[in-house]
């Protein structure tokens, strides 16, 4: 994935979050649970992107 790609999708999830924090009226309990797991989203596929943490395809839940 070239840069300009990347830096562009980080830009857009950052004005998406920071448009639901500031027009859509949640608890701050659940502002902060959203924000922790879009952080943690992006930062797993950052690594996944980087090529620093293998495949995730393998996994299954249940």
Do not use: R
């Amino acid at each position: 994935m070239p840069l300009l790609n990347l830096v562009l999708v980080l830009i857009v999830i950052g004005v998406l979050l920071w448009l639901v924090n500031t027009y859509i009226p949640m608890d701050s309990k659940i502002k902060t649970i959203l924000n922790a797991v879009v952080v943690i989203a992006v930062v797993i596929w950052l690594l996944q992107v980087f090529g620093l943490l293998g495949s995730l395809q393998n996994i299954t839940v249940g």
